[in-house]
DNA sequence: TGTACATCAGTGAACGCGCGTTCACTGATGTAC
DNA sequence: TGTACATCAGTGAACGCGCGTTCACTGATGTAC
């Protein structure tokens, strides 16, 4: 019996396995879209039959809220070592970025057009609580003493998302405002809404960060 | 034979069933997404064959373009006549968020994730940039003796997507804004990542854009 | 070190399904004389 | 007004496809004595 902690070879295959499966299935989904995530498909590509893949995962479904738990942590943590850099908001704004460019679909994923009636996984909340408080976090040291909007005031009494950060009514409105227009200007440019528009998308999202930072 | 600018009983009839195919796929596309769209399923629910949807679209694929080309036009002429009824950019913003609440999953059609490969029908680009010119037209009646901002005057050289409108820097720079940052909140709004946080997804729509009115 | 057994990865066949699409055909509607 | 013909909407059968998923099985890997 393998001692806590260690993985025994069978279980060190496994992961490997389960980890192939899910590169595949990216793989995927930056070809195709999400609609057209295949488990024969991932097979296939593999070298292996379509019902092997039931040994890793329980079915399509399982896969995909996998798929979009890693793209929330994903996202999580690349923005939690920014700041743990020392980044401000501007910096978590570029970080962002760069995250999405490298993956789009991964970012449609997300914050992309939902299937009605599906909802996300559970614990995807969790993690969207974790990249709102570090938005809350660089929103406060950036803010922490500027006056109040009037929209501010108003969150002041509508706070549950902020949960019990002490974030200031000014910082709690510019985090809203940091999610909303970065999204704005970044699921358009990746979209392609901007190509042949004979504009810069780095320029126009540097534009949007900056007059945010400037409120 | 027909004159000119008369409809046979033929034509009514093909017209009309062509229609009733577009409002059973916009139903099926609100209920289970654009990517669920069949042609079966809609000829099943008119209680017709398969195959008889094939007097009325090559394919599936024309019908989507179709739709497409419906949404955009659709969107072009609320906020054509929203302009017309003399409202200003303000006016133009609440028609967009009325129009788009409507019927989400035809706004996502439009400004949704897109599928990798999949390029938009020519004749959108048109309304596009019709759409775009009722935007200018609103930001330059409202800042047509504002000062230039930085990226303002950048997009002096890179105006291309505004066509030969005589809208000032200002006006430039703030309907690319209006576009991104209303894109941002109603987005967001559309694909539900504001229930369950306990806020009014309308007064933060306002709050954006006051903003951007009094940029 | 060798043997007996248990575990588990992967296969191939099969099921049922719905899809888009084609084709030859029926029957109703409209047109020409 | 009636008859002959052309047009065209819609049907049912069929094709090939790929999907998710179940199941009984083989063969390799690991475990216990």
């Given at each position: 019996?393998?001692?806590?902690?260690?993985?025994?070879?069978?279980?060190?295959?496994?992961?490997?396995?389960?980890?192939?499966?899910?590169?595949?299935?990216?793989e995927?989904?930056?070809?195709?879209?999400?609609?057209?995530?295949?488990?024969?498909?991932?097979?296939?590509?593999?070298?292996?039959?379509?019902?092997?893949?039931?040994?890793?995962?329980?079915?399509?479904?399982?896969?995909?809220?996998?798929?979009?738990?890693?793209?929330?942590?994903?996202?999580?943590?690349?923005?939690?070592?920014?700041?743990?850099?020392?980044?401000?908001?501007?910096?978590?704004?570029?970080?962002?970025?760069?995250?999405?460019?490298?993956?789009?679909?991964?970012?449609?994923?997300?914050?992309?057009?939902?299937?009605p009636g599906y909802h996300a996984p559970d614990d995807t909340t969790a993690i969207s609580s974790e990249i709102m408080a570090i938005l809350l976090d660089a929103c406060t040291a950036l803010t922490s003493d500027s006056p109040a909007t009037p929209f501010g005031t108003h969150l002041e009494d509508h706070r549950e998302w902020a949960g019990d950060h002490p974030a200031p009514p000014a910082a709690l409105h510019r985090a809203l405002s940091f999610w909303t227009r970065i999204h704005g200007v970044l699921s358009l440019e990746l979209a392609g809404h901007f190509t042949g528009m004979g504009l810069d998308p780095a320029r126009l999202f540097a534009a949007e960060l900056d007059d945010l930072l400037a409120r």
């Open positions: 019996m393998a001692r806590a902690g260690t993985e025994t070879p069978r279980e060190r295959y496994r992961t490997q396995v389960r980890t192939e499966i899910k590169e595949r299935a990216w995927q989904i930056a070809t195709a879209g999400a609609s057209a995530l295949s488990l024969n498909a991932i097979a296939k590509q593999m070298g292996m039959s379509g019902p092997a893949l039931y040994r890793y995962y329980a079915g399509r479904d399982e896969l995909i809220t996998e798929l979009i738990t890693d793209a929330y942590r994903s996202l999580a943590d690349t923005l939690h070592s920014t700041a743990g850099a020392g980044e401000d908001l501007a910096g978590l704004a570029q970080a962002l970025r760069a995250w999405a460019l490298e993956d789009p679909q991964r970012y449609f994923l997300i914050y992309g057009t939902p299937v």
